[in-house]
């Protein structure tokens, strides 16, 4: 074998071992890669009933639990009471809950004069379905939760009424 062989068997041979050192520690460490889709999701504006902007960028680097619903989907309207305890009791460790309705304004405004929520709301728009079916929601049904780790990725999901047991498990994990 010739010099310049063998530098090149040892440089690659380094090159192996620095990417699975690098593997091991992003596994190690729990950084997980963020989907184009939760990086489309965090460079979103979105519209608050009352006309306001609301950008979810600033809660990045939190976990951000995320409830797609609608005014007209009783699923939806039952959970967010034990959505809205969550948040009661996991704001002051970080967490945020965004609700996004997949709604017109005017009955999401009704809505929160009869059902008040401590968490913002926010509306999807008319690409509502179109998102949650881009998050990982390929069905497009309500109600549709996930979760946003540290790293802006999504950690995880669920299609259908959430509970309040199942999210504070998730808050311990």
């Given amino acids: 074998m010739t010099a310049v062989n063998r530098r090149l068997l040892l440089g690659g041979a380094a090159v192996a071992a620095a990417a699975l050192g690098a593997g ?3 596994r190690r460490h729990g950084l997980t ?10 460079g979103r504006r979105f519209i608050t009933p009352d006309g306001q902007p609301l950008a979810p960028a600033p809660w ?3 976990p951000l639990l995320v409830n797609f619903w609608a005014t007209w989907c009783p699923p939806c309207v039952k959970e967010l009471p034990e959505i ?13 809950v965004l609700g996004l309705a997949v709604d017109q304004a005017d009955p999401v405004k009704a809505f929160l004069q009869k059902t008040p929520l401590d968490f913002p709301i926010a509306l999807a728009g008319t690409d ?3 998102l949650v079916r881009a998050l990982g929601n390929e069905a497009g049904g309500l109600p549709f939760s996930l979760v946003f780790d540290e790293s802006g990725a999504i ?7 959430t509970h309040l047991e199942e999210l504070r498990q998730l808050a311990r994990s």
Avoid at 155 to 161: A, E
């Fill in 24 to 26: 091991l520690a992003w």
């Fill in 33 to 42: 890669e963020v989907s184009p889709a939760a990086q489309d999701f965090w």
């Fill in 60 to 62: 990045r680097g939190g």
């Fill in 84 to 96: 809205n305890q969550f948040y009661g009791e996991v704001r002051n460790r970080g967490w945020q």
């Fill in 128 to 130: 509502g379905l179109a």
């Fill in 155 to 161: 950690s995880w999901r669920r299609l259908g009424t």
